[in-house]
């Protein structure tokens, strides 16, 4: 079995590459939830959802969220009210999240709506969200810039303010009386391989590793643990992963990302343009792979899954 700690797009392009090279039944996801937010009463969990729409085929490569042939009338209708529209929700989307509120309501915990969501996209690999209780990715804005509150919540400071503005801090609210959800230490601890995706280490890793008992279970793999760093030449290839490092007091290189998960992980796969820092990586205690990351086909995410999952062994 293969385990794969998620977030978002990097996560999602990733997992498309490990499916193709090992049974997908044999791959579990846990997604961070920490993005998730509640817009118009409905409960939306942007990574699961990037997760299950790349993996079924359906996802925007435009956009990098949503669905692929999305239409846009319900927000046109709500926009008409007056309501709020900076978070854009589809038609198709839309019935995504009326699910998981429905059962939500119902009483049904977020692992069971998340496997029928997956089923209803004919999903073969596991997803697990990281947890069923409520934890919320808070930013605090370094100039007061979200207008009026210093701190504001993940999709505030990444959609509506676009994360063009500073951050001083991030806290992950409601972890520490959170419980890993229903098989994710069962999913860590009997893995053949832990793969960390490259997703941003900050805002989707760090809630999941805020977790209580998901480091842990993590460090007890650490040997057959291996992290792609989502940071490439000094650069996130697209989103605010290497601002929010450097703004958070790290360097923003692959060094930066060994000094991150070299506890949790005894290897970091890097990227060929940061082939001159294989060695300062290994200076931090992380066997390194140089290789090439940026998954710009399905062939590239393929051979990247390939090479993380044989650097394991
Ligand atoms: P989000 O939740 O959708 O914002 O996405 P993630 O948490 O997955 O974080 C986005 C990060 O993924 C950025 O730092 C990107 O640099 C990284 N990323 C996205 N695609 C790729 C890729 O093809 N290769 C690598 N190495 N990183 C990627
Ligand atoms: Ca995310």
Redesign the pocket.
């Known amino acids: 079995m293969i385990t794969v700690l998620a977030?978002?797009?990097?996560?999602a392009?990733l997992l498309a590459g490990i499916v193709q090279v090992v049974p997908p039944a044999e791959v579990t996801a846990v997604v961070n939830t920490g993005?998730d937010v509640v817009m118009h009463g409905l409960h939306i969990s942007?990574?699961l959802d990037?997760v299950t729409y790349t993996l079924a085929g359906a996802d925007n490569p435009e956009t990098?969220?949503g669905l692929a042939g999305e239409t846009w009338q319900a927000m046109g209708s709500l926009g008409r009210y007056g309501g709020e529209t900076w978070f854009n929700l589809g038609d198709v989307d839309l019935g995504t999240h009326l699910y998981r509120t429905g059962n939500l309501a119902a009483g049904v915990g977020l692992a069971e709506i998340t496997a029928g969501i997956s089923s209803g996209w004919g999903l073969e690999p596991t997803l697990l969200p990281m947890t069923e209780d409520r934890v919320a990715t808070m930013m605090t804005l370094a100039d007061g810039s979200g207008g009026g509150s210093d701190e504001v919540g993940f999709q505030e400071y990444f959609v509506r303010l676009r994360h063009a503005v500073p951050v001083s801090s991030v806290r992950f609210a409601g972890a520490e009386s959170s419980l890993p959800g229903p098989g994710v230490l069962d999913a860590i601890g009997g893995a053949d391989v832990v793969v960390v995706?490259?997703?941003?280490p900050i805002v989707?890793i760090g809630p999941l590793l805020a977790v209580p008992g998901i480091a842990d279970a993590i460090r007890a793999r650490r040997d057959r643990t291996v992290a792609?760093?989502?940071?490439?030449a000094g650069a996130?290839?697209?989103?605010p992963?290497d601002r929010l490092m450097r703004e958070l007091g790290h360097e923003a290189s692959v060094v930066g990302v060994a000094r991150i998960y070299r506890d949790i992980a005894s290897c970091l796969v890097i990227?060929s343009a940061d082939a001159d820092l294989a060695g300062a990586v290994e200076t931090e205690g992380m066997a390194c792979v140089v290789t090439d990351?940026?998954?710009s086909s399905p062939e590239v995410a393929a051979e990247l899954a390939r090479t993380v999952l044989g650097a394991a062994s």
């Open positions: 977030g978002g797009v990097g996560a392009r993005d942007p990574d990037t990098g969220w995706a490259p997703s941003n989707s792609v760093s989502p940071i490439i996130a290839l697209k989103g992963a990227d990351t940026v998954m």
